[in-house]
Nanobody
Framework: QVQLVESGGGLVQAGGSLRLSCRAS????????MAWFRQPPGKEREFVAT????????YYTDSVKGRFTISRVNARNAIDLQMNSLGPEDTAVYYC?????????????????WGQGTQVTVSS
C-alpha cells in the first residue's frame, strides 16, 4: 500500500509564505497525476492544484492562482506546493493526493492515494 507523507505545514502571519512537500513511500510505479487539496475549518475538502506527470500540465483553483506554485521534484512520485501571500482564508488542513489513471482532475474521488494532511494556519 502506497503512503503519501506531507510536511511543511505550520503557523504563519498573513502575507507570509510556506512550502509543503509530499513524498510517496513507493517509487516502483508512477502516478499519472498528483494534487493538493485542502479542508478549511467547518467546510468540505476542496481542490487546490494539480500536476500531470506526462507533460507537467498544471491547473489551479482560481483563488490560489498567482500565489501558489505546484511543482514536481526529482523523485518520481513527489511534489511541492509553494504558497505565497497567504491569507487567513488559506487556513486549512492540506492533503496530498495521487491518481493512477486518467480521471477528472479536480474531483477528490479521482484520486487513489491520500496523505494524512498537514495543518496550515494563517493569522491575521
Amino acid at each position: 500500500q502506497v503512503q503519501l507523507v506531507e510536511s511543511g505545514g505550520g503557523l504563519v502571519q498573513a502575507g507570509g509564505s510556506l512550502r509543503l512537500s509530499c513524498r510517496a513511500s513507493d517509487d516502483s510505479f508512477t502516478m499519472y497525476r498528483m494534487a493538493w487539496f485542502r479542508q478549511p475549518p467547518g467546510k468540505e475538502r476542496e481542490f487546490v492544484a494539480t500536476i500531470r506527470r506526462t507533460d507537467d500540465s498544471i491547473y489551479y483553483t482560481d483563488s490560489v492562482k498567482g500565489r501558489f506554485t505546484i511543482s514536481r521534484v526529482n523523485a518520481r512520485n513527489a511534489i511541492d506546493l509553494q504558497m505565497n501571500s497567504l491569507g487567513p482564508e488559506d487556513t486549512a488542513v492540506y492533503y496530498c493526493a495521487a491518481a493512477l489513471r486518467v480521471k477528472p482532475r479536480t474531483t477528490d474521488s479521482s484520486y487513489d492515494y491520500w496523505g494524512q494532511g498537514t495543518q496550515v494556519t494563517v493569522s491575521s
